[in-house]
């Protein structure tokens, strides 16, 4: 099995050709964007090859084959591409790399389908996803104290369901200035001017 950089090297230029742009300093799955940036490359003198190798640090991409092993796909990295977890369990597993490569440049991104994740959960308790509520349930470490009190996390995570019931108790002990106050001092202007909105 070719190591992540090979790959990443590999396709250094056939990924504009399938219409995909990645910053090669900054590793990320090339089907929905998900990154860690902890390795990046940031020194712009980097040489070109050493950049690759940043890519063989990222613990959370896999290698992903278009054509399966078991359909007879090779160990070769023109059939391997770099997948967040998520993505390489949801690819198409089949023997027509055409559709693998449609659905890997197709895919919403990881932030869009977190944004539809959250706002199901948050609908499920008949809760509006706005910008205040967004920004407590992300970015208030008073509440994340709170559900640490009342939840309990599991697989060491509490899901979104769990942190939004939390939430609805959160919001009915504040009005909207204490909850904007709870927020890290550079986020209170901004949630103030779209509440304005």
Known sequence: MPKKSEIAKHWREKIFEIGLFMDWGEPACWSCGAYDSENDITDPNTPFNEIFLAWDKQKYLERCHIIPRGLGGCNCPGNIVLLCKKCHRENPDTDNPSLFLKWMTKRKNFGTRRYEELKTAFTEFDLELNTLNFFVYAYSEIFFNFVEKKAIAVRGK????????????????????????????????????????
């Open 158 to 197: 509490y899901t979104d369901s769990t942190r939004v019931s939390c939430l609805l108790e959160w919001l009915e002990q504040y009005n909207t200035q204490e909850l904007i106050k709870q927020l890290p001092n550079e986020m209170q202007g901004y949630v103030k001017k779209r509440i304005l909105e």
